[in-house]
């Protein structure tokens, strides 16, 4: 903590280095490619899981838990699916002393082994629509790693579901893309913009793919969250039938969604700043850190009694606080501590506002002596209240500005250049095929995002091609 | 379903199978020794999850995330360590398409990983003392496995601590072995005794081992949870030292302590009867069903619109309430399958309570007519949860009962064996060395549960060898 934070303009990976070690999110492992989540970085994900995990459950979702090792067979079963995964798998050859007699890979996602277990549930109509829900690890070997945004081994969520038709799939698959959204916009405070994904960037199996897409500090974007409508294809792979009312055997339809610890690095690269970390206060394991200021030890006494009767006010309000009582540090040293590690709001207590019976209330996204006040301590609750909601809205008021900022309209290839190589995303009718697709990326480095829920209205003439259908998409580089 | 569950006294084992599978807590998974724990088997984990982890939390631990692939190496640091667990090891020998240089273990359990961070993680006596808990999978490739009890992947918690002194870990640790058996008695409704395990059951690695042991309604024994005093081993092995107030480098103390998807399990054999599961109403993912009852089409609208305000009124007193709508099915089928699923309540509704204004109540504790009663609409709210408080107490006073009357004191050999042969278990004076418990188990099958920590006082004559500085000890066959 005692060297400087790379700034943001200097180095933008470096930057995200720094804060996610030094703000103690996370901790280099021994292990190739994975890293050990730290504990104010797993309550930062604590507080994602638990937004999420309520909204699945309100909409008839159940938590459940299948097997990490999958036989290397499920996911040949699916063409496309295992051609997508292959090349990511870790393969467990050795078991309790013995070579196995079949590999088993360890999942990079669940759609085979689930696929499997919903073939043997689902007899009938009755027991559809099935909709599961599962917390856990996956591992996909990935060559360049970077913490929480690409790592061998991550922690998500996985859900899969089943259903009689494909109308009720693609509603699903909307509605947990909503659920991403919200999330998203609502606790972490990243206006993310939701789209359907094109063919090249399409889950490897799936009939669509829809996204949660966020832009970063560097204007880079961040694909926080997918939902999948896989069609009939795993129904198919896997004998996934129902009888319906007519006694008939069916195909069923089935969709998968996931969002995981990326997201965790989207909170860091969506707010953070040169000196630190900012946290949506919805998500901070901490919302308000108090550092008591004292010099001598007669101080002391009366301070530290005041710092904590102070905490336990606002613990009783639901407020999230830490007491910062270390000693032989100084406040400088503290502020910048806290700073870094973006607790929203900040409470200084010194002798003399105890005995005005006043506080001096910092918020981490009002920068130097403007982000200060001195407040009643009789009103404190309410205001440190007002405040947390107040930087919610702030922070994503000014996240939203900066995303509305750095998107460009273009009406032309020349144009998307232009943007791109200036580090924006291009906003332009698209009609072209995969080729032209791969050939935009070749070239420019900008991927198809996704083509925005949010369309002009008509179709317009291709950025590249000239043909007159194209749907609006969203062109930019990416993590 | 409509076949029948094994009755205990036919086959414990078959019958235990038959619930896990029949009430859908679990479901066969093709992958040798894994199951797939269902919606309602989750559920049941998720309550024990969150009773630990909020008692976790209040008692300063943080939870984090660590590598679930450990280097092989790592393993062998410690010397009982890798003996211990080398048996068991799932080994990842190739990852992205290429054979690894250093083949990577599924973690069976984390503190080596763990050890390796906290010897990078401590510095000073200002870092102690470090409480990290961890909830993740974990893999142990065993021979015969049963659903929840013995499984080549579970589900568990990790805690792991580190500490300036011998007397702060060992406080922690039996601090930890009292949650344990907080959750377990006062959730659960199981009377686990706790205790200190023999040399022989240590854990791999560790100076002392603390246990929970619980009876199963066959009377066997089951370790429902761990908790390890360490000492320096890993300390040791790891080099996990801090400079302590003079400047002076210290090795640590350490812990660990873990409470795995095996107490679902629990729950299951040691409350469940011929006729299903029986729940404990604070772990139960639902408290009370509702039934209603019709038979024309006329009747069907009032009862399920009484149904439904009935299902809210209880659902808002924080009540976990399920309305069973299903149609085509009669009474008596849903009758028989709640309970097969151990809710503890039941409310029936029909037309003529409706016009009366009452519910009839049926208790799942208290088997047929004698649990059933017709209770006053009105007052239902407050007569379901007094009757949910009753059910938690009456379930862990009669598995009280049944354990004292199963537990038998023995003065020596012959009096242990006669015990042991009839099932129940023997408490007793033992001072026996490693050879002479081994000798026990292979003669009768029992070890030694546990030294509980209730004493009576004095010390006696060992049961075996006559040598009168024996300690109580509990024998018992055991899962």
């Known amino acids: ?61 159940r938590n459940g838990y ?23 798998l870790a393969v467990v050859t050795h078991a309790g002393g013995k070579k196995l007699e079949e590999a088993l890979v360890i999942r990079p996602t669940s759609e085979t082994i689930i696929g499997e277990a919903f073939s043997e549930w689902i007899q009938s109509w009755r027991d559809l629509p099935l909709l599961i829900n599962q917390w856990s690890n996956v591992v996909r070997w990935e060559l360049r790693t970077r913490p929480f945004l690409r790592t061998s081994e991550f922690l998500w969520q996985e859900g899969h579901t089943a259903h009689a038709t494909g109308e009720e799939a693609e509603e699903e698959t909307l509605q947990m893309l909503e659920i991403y959204a919200d999330v998203a916009i609502n606790e972490a405070a990243i206006p ?37 409508n896989l069609g009939q294809n795993f129904a198919h792979a896997f004998d996934i039938r129902y009888l319906d009312e007519n006694n008939e055997q069916k195909l069923c339809w089935t969709t998968s969604w996931g969002l995981s610890t990326r997201m965790v690095g989207a909170v860091v690269m ?34 530290h009694a005041s710092a904590h009767a102070l905490k336990k006010e606002l613990d009783d309000a639901g407020i999230r606080t830490h007491l910062d009582g270390r000693e032989g540090l100084r406040p400088g040293f503290k502020f910048n501590d806290w700073e870094l590690r973006g607790v929203p709001l900040r409470l200084e207590l010194g002798p003399r506002d105890v005995a005005n019976n006043s506080v001096v209330l910092a918020r981490r996204d009002v920068p130097g002596r403007e982000g200060k006040t001195g ?35 273009v009406r ?52 590249l091609t000239g043909a007159g259908d194209g749907e609006i998409a969203l062109f930019a580089r990416a993590y």
Chains 1, 2 share one sequence.
């Open 270 to 303: 969506a707010h953070g700043d040169d000196t630190g970390l900012r946290l949506p206060p919805r998500l901070a394991p901490w919302q308000v850190v108090i550092v008591p200021i004292t010099r001598g030890d007669d101080e002391r006494e009366t301070v």
């Open 66 to 88: 299948f097997p990490l090792l999958i036989p290397e067979s499920y996911l040949r079963r699916e063409a496309e699916h295992v051609e997508g995964f292959s090349p990511e």
């Open 412 to 463: 032309d290839y020349a144009g998307l250049r232009e943007v791109v190589d200036a580090g924006g995303w291009a906003r332009g009718y698209w009609a072209g095929d995969d080729d032209d697709e791969r050939r935009v990326k070749d070239e420019t480095g900008a991927t198809i995002r996704c083509f925005p829920f949010e369309q002009a209205g008509d179709r317009g003439a291709c950025l």
């Open 192 to 228: 993310v913009i939701s789209g359907r994904k094109s063919n090249i960037e399409r889950f490897a199996g799936a009939l669509r793919t829809y996204t949660i897409e966020a832009m970063m500090g560097d204007k880079r974007a961040l694909q926080a969250g997918t939902s999948h």
């Open 1 to 61: 903590m005692a060297a400087q934070v790379t700034p943001q303009s200097e180095d933008f990976s470096r930057w995200y280095n720094d804060i996610v070690y030094r703000a103690d999110l996370a901790a280099q492992s021994p292990v190739r490619g994975s890293v050990i989540i730290k504990p104010y970085g797993y309550e930062l994900w604590e507080g994602i899981r638990d937004a999420l995990d309520l909204r699945f459950k309100a909409t008839g979702h």
């Open 375 to 409: 407040i009643a301590r009789a009103g404190v609750t309410q205001v440190v209240l007002e405040n947390l909601q107040d930087i919610q809205e702030n922070m994503l008021a000014s996240a939203t500005s900066f995303r509305e900022a750095n998107i460009h309209d």
